[in-house]
C-alpha cells in the first residue's frame, strides 16, 4: 500500500510554464496519470508529451510515451471535466497561495506546492482559506510525494526510489533523495516518500505524516528527517511517544548553524534558543527515535531501529 498517492491518482497541473512543463514530462515518463492542466491564457489548447518511458516507473509499459494534456482556464473547470484529484503547483511566487487556494476551492483533496519562495503573509492566508475545507496541502517549498512505480508527484528523482517497507518525511528536498537512496541500497526500499518542505508555514507536518504511516499496514518503519528552527520536530517526538507503534530512525540537519542565522529554508533559523539541532535530537532520543550522527548514517540508522 502507499499514502496520499498511488497508481490510481489524477493529476492536475497548475503552472504549466517551463518548469511546470519539464516535471510534468518527468512525471508522465514515471507512469503518473496526468490528466490536466490549468493555464488562463492557454485554455482549450492541449500540451503534447512524448519521449521515452523511465522504467524505473510502472513496470511493464511501453518503451515510449505519447500523452496530450488538455489545459483549462481554472481548476474547477479541469476538475468537473478529467476527475482530477490531485494538483501540483508550479505557479511562480507572486501567484502561488492565490493558485493554492483556486484548488482548495475546488476541492482538490490534495494539493503539492513545489513553489520556493512564497511570501510568508500570502501562505499564513493561504492556510487560514483551506482550514475549514477538507482538503490536504503539502509544501510549499516542497519537493513533493511519491509512491515508487506508482506515481510520483515533484521534482524528486524517479530512479532512486524502490517499492518497500519504509516511509519517509523530511522537511529537506535534497536529504529526501539521500535517504530514499540509503534505503534503496540497503534493500528496505519505501512505500512512500513526502518531502514536507523547509518553509515557518506549510501545510503537512511530521505528526500528519506519522500519523499516515502509523495507520498503514505496509509501512513497516519511518525515516523523519528534520533540520534547526521552529518545534515541529519536539512535536513528533511527544506524538511518537504517546501514539508511533513502529520504529523510527531520524536526522536532524543544521548541527554548527550559529544561533540567529537562516541556514537554507526559511524556517531554519535558531531564534531565543529555541530550535536548535541538539534540542531536537534529545527530544526524539527520548522518545525511543535512532537518530543518524550524519546524513550518510540514515540507511544505517533506519536498519538499527527496524531490529
Known sequence: MSVLVNKDTRVLVQGLGKTGSFH??????????????VHPSRAGQTESFTGETDHSGVQGREDSYATDVPIFRSVIDA??????????????PPF????????????MPLIICITEGIPVADMVIAKRYLQ???????????????????CKIGIMPGYIHTPGRIGVVSRSGTLTY???HQLTLNGLGQTTAIGIGGDPVNGTNFVDCLKLFNDDPD??????IGE???????????????????????????????????MGHAGAIISGGKGTAEAKIEALE??????????????????????
Do not use: H
Request: proline fraction near 7%.
Open 24 to 37: 510534468t514530462d518527468k512525471a508522465i515518463a514515471y507512469g503518473t496519470n496526468v490528466v490536466a492542466a
Open 79 to 92: 476538475v468537473d471535466a478529467t476527475g482530477a484529484n490531485a494538483s501540483v503547483v508550479y505557479v511562480p
Open 96 to 107: 502561488a497561495a492565490d493558485a493554492i487556494m483556486e484548488a482548495g476551492e475546488a476541492g
Open 132 to 150: 475549514d475545507r477538507d482538503v490536504r496541502l503539502v509544501g510549499p517549498n516542497c519537493p513533493g510525494v511519491i509512491t515508487p512505480q506508482e
Open 178 to 180: 539521500e535517504a530514499v
Open 219 to 224: 509501512t513497516e518503519g519511518v525515516i523523519m
Open 228 to 262: 534547526i528552527g521552529g518545534t515541529a520536530e519536539e512535536e513528533a517526538a511527544e506524538w511518537i511517544t504517546a501514539n508511533m507503534n513502529k520504529p523510527v530512525a531520524g536526522f536532524i540537519a543544521g548541527t554548527s548553524a550559529p544561533p540567529g542565522k537562516r
Open 286 to 307: 527520548s522518545a525511543g527515535v535512532v537518530v543518524a550522527p550524519t546524513p550518510t548514517d540514515m540507511g544505517t540508522a533506519m536498519l538499527q531501529a527496524m531490529r
